[in-house]
């Protein structure tokens, strides 16, 4: 049972650390993604003309798992395994 709680409380966790970490550079303008199984945040610096913004979505991290796993069965799923084969009857041959 122990096993059970450390493997509910290691998933837990994993869940909410962020597994990617983007930087993308526009100029002068940066931004910064993280990204998580269980949510999403983007945060853009503040800038002379500009204040600083932080955007989070709560959901937005499981909607992008759920989306990926989504493609990867539906690519999987339309290769066709199985080929249709016509076989002809031959003639009664009568002799």
Same mark, same amino acid.
């Given at each position: ?23 993308? @550079? ?15 945040? =983007?945060?853009?610096?503040?800038? @002379?003309?500009? @204040? ?25 799923? =339309? ?10 009857? @031959? ?5």
């Amino acid at each position: 049972m122990k096993l059970l709680g450390s493997l509910v409380g290691l998933a837990a966790v994993l869940s909410v650390v962020p597994y990617k970490v983007e930087k993308k @550079e526009c100029g002068e303008k940066k931004s910064y993604s993280l990204t998580s199984l269980t949510w999403k945040a =983007n945060y853009t610096p503040d800038t @002379e003309t500009e @204040e600083a913004t932080l955007n989070i979505d709560l959901l937005g991290g499981l909607a992008d798992t759920v989306n990926t796993v989504k493609e990867l069965f539906t690519k999987e799923a =339309n290769v066709d395994f199985c080929e249709t084969v016509i076989v002809e009857k @031959e003639p009664d041959s009568q002799e």
